[in-house]
């Protein structure tokens, strides 16, 4: 009795053969003494995954990657976001500089340090010039 597993490829090495009494015979191992037929035994799920196997290749070609201008264009968006998001955060410390009269900062030793009104003055001047070459 011949078993097939359903794993959609070829079953490997099925032989076939009669022998000298006429009855035919079917084997994973050709005969030593005489010449066999070597048989590609195929399920109906191996039509069914090369079916689905073309049909992803067809898909995956027509996606495919993008062409230069399209990547080109994709890069600029990305470079969009990110200087409107640097926008953003640059004008948000404007505002928090604005606002808040006593600012706090952390030295390199960890310790906080409250900014004087001069260096205040100096972040305000130096954000706004942020956000004049960052905003559009």
Not at 5 to 11: F, T
Not at 44 to 69: C, F, H, V, W, Y
Not at 95 to 114: I, M, P, Y
Request: charged share 35%.
């Amino acid at each position: 009795m011949l078993l097939l597993s359903g794993s959609g490829v070829p079953a490997a090495g099925v032989y076939k053969w009669r022998d000298a009494d006429g009855k035919l015979h079917f084997s994973d191992k050709p005969p030593l003494e005489q010449t066999a037929e070597k048989l590609e035994i195929h399920t109906a799920q191996d039509k069914q995954t090369a079916q689905r196997l073309k049909n992803m290749r067809r898909q995956a070609e027509q996606i495919g990657a993008p062409s230069e201008a399209e990547a080109a264009k994709l890069e600029e968006q990305r470079r969009e976001r990110e200087l409107a998001a640097h926008c953003n955060e640059a004008r948000q410390k404007l505002n928090d500089l604005l606002t808040s009269t006593r600012r706090q900062v952390v030295n390199e030793q960890g310790e906080r340090e409250f900014l004087g009104e001069e260096e205040r003055q100096a972040q305000i001047r130096a954000t706004e010039a942020e956000i004049a070459k960052a905003c559009r």
